[in-house]
């Protein structure tokens, strides 16, 4: 039988939570912001289910489903997913989300021995460049044959 050596077994695992686009709420000292966002991804990565997450950013179970439900939460819906190990879901980008990607990037969760030490804002250019391409297409004139 071969066994891991002793010291792979108290290694942390690697947590690694996908980029994704905050859910656009209004803007509230006390609510969901972006940094609280990434902050409850990152709490939910490292385990202990919603609850605990909802309560280490200092919100609740409840805010968190509603804030999931919210029109533009597809991406945190996402990445919620991808984190707590659900199959993914084959989802489009709407253009709404295109253009807000764009414009604002994503935020990247940083974790380091299993903490959440940093949440980086990430330009997506793949958006950038497909909002550009949709414009470029809406400004074309009409071309006999084409």
């Given at each position: 039988?071969?066994?891991?050596?002793?010291?792979?077994?108290?290694?942390?695992?690697?947590?690694?939570?996908?980029?994704?686009?905050?859910?656009?709420?209004?803007?509230?000292?006390?609510?969901?912001?972006?940094?609280?966002?990434?902050?409850?991804?990152?709490?939910?990565?490292?385990?202990?289910?919603?609850?605990?997450?909802?309560?280490?950013v200092?919100?609740?179970?409840?805010?968190?489903?509603?804030?999931?439900?919210?029109?533009?939460?597809?991406?945190?819906?996402?990445?919620?997913?991808?984190?707590?190990?659900?199959?993914?879901?084959?989802?489009?980008?709407?253009?709404?989300e295109?253009?807000?990607?764009?414009?604002?990037?994503?935020?990247?969760?940083?974790?380091?021995?299993?903490?959440?030490?940093?949440?980086?804002?990430?330009?997506?250019?793949?958006?950038?460049?497909?909002?550009?391409?949709?414009?470029?297409?809406?400004?074309?004139?009409?071309?006999?044959?084409?």
């Amino acid at each position: 039988m071969n066994q891991p050596p002793p010291r792979a077994l108290n290694r942390p695992r690697h947590i690694r939570v996908p980029a994704f686009a905050p859910v656009p709420v209004r803007p509230r000292k006390d609510g969901w912001t972006p940094a609280r966002q990434a902050a409850f991804l990152a709490a939910l990565a490292q385990g202990g289910g919603v609850e605990a997450a909802a309560l280490r950013v200092g919100l609740s179970r409840e805010s968190a489903y509603r804030l999931r439900r919210k029109p533009g939460a597809g991406s945190f819906a996402a990445a919620w997913d991808k984190v707590t190990g659900k199959p993914p879901e084959k989802r489009k980008v709407t253009p709404e989300e295109r253009a807000v990607r764009a414009r604002f990037g994503l935020l990247k969760v940083r974790i380091y021995r299993g903490r959440h030490i940093a949440t980086e804002l990430k330009p997506d250019n793949r958006a950038l460049l497909s909002l550009l391409a949709q414009i470029d297409r809406a400004a074309e004139p009409d071309r006999p044959g084409a």
